[in-house]
């Protein structure tokens, strides 16, 4: 599947989100956890501004320079409103969140096909916590190696390259991280998955691009294990040979 492929099943995911009153509800709770968390540590971060700035920089004496001290200023909160939006998804993601997407899937899966399917004589409790061990290298490990190469790109000559490079390897690892709900719910191991990642690497840039548009983004990652699913089961039927008549 291309990249635009990708976008289709985000979109039809959302749609079908919208349109069953247990996704919705469970979509904008989603979206409230994230929301509330972001609220609450921009609010922690931004209250420690003045003196992070004083850590970097006291405010000069000079009228000539004082417009430079400004704008530094405004341009901290904003990198720290960016930080504390992605810390308020981690938590979310870590806490709360990957609970939510599962159930998620598990309606759509059920909705779309009759059953849902999950590891043999595996209790569900052990499920959830393998879905929860696999937040770190899925989803935290990648986005955190995202920060870091946004920083690179500011302080080294490659940084137009990594400017571009930086979200479009979030939108992936976003993408992944509810395409992988299915496999890692029947318990498949992280190489196996991976794999299946970079296999489908047109696909899953495509799914996260809606992921990189300011605000509307909340609501496309809220119900976007919808569309994910949806991909898994399509993906399942066409790797199934068809019967002989």
């Known amino acids: 599947m291309n990249l635009f492929s990708g976008i289709i099943y985000n979109l039809k ?28 540590v921009a609010g922690l971060i931004l209250a420690k501004h003045a003196e992070i700035l004083a850590l970097l920089w006291q405010q000069p004496e000079s009228p000539w ?3 430079a001290w400004h704008l530094a200023s405004w341009l901290l909160s904003l990198l720290l409103m960016g ?27 059920r909705t779309l096909t009759g059953c849902v399917t999950a590891a043999p004589n595996a209790p ?9 061990r696999q937040e770190l290298p899925r989803n935290i490990i990648p986005v955190l190696l995202t920060l870091v ?6 302080l080294t000559p490659l940084g137009p390259v990594l400017t571009v490079v930086a979200p479009m390897a979030a939108a992936i690892f976003l993408a992944w991280d509810n395409t992988d709900l299915i496999p890692a719910r029947n318990l498949q191991p992280f190489g196996k998955r991976f794999k299946a990642l970079v296999k489908a690497l047109p696909f899953h840039l495509g799914f996260g691009l809606p992921f990189l548009i300011p605000v509307l ?29």
């Open 83 to 109: 930080i504390s939006a992605v810390a308020a998804y981690l938590i979310a993601q870590l806490l709360f969140a990957v609970f939510i997407m599962d159930l998620m899937s598990r309606i759509t899966e």
């Open 13 to 40: 995911g959302l749609w079908l989100g919208v349109r069953t009153p247990r996704l919705l509800l469970l979509g904008f709770l989603r979206f409230a956890v994230v929301a509330v968390l972001t609220v609450v």
């Open 65 to 67: 320079i004082v417009w």
């Open 149 to 154: 190469i946004l920083v690179l790109g500011w």
């Open 217 to 245: 983004n909340l609501i496309f990652l809220s119900f976007a294990p919808v569309g994910a699913t949806m991909y898994h089961i399509d993906r399942e039927k066409k790797a199934v040979p068809p019967t002989p008549g």
């Open 124 to 132: 569900i409790i052990t499920q959830m916590g393998f879905l929860v």
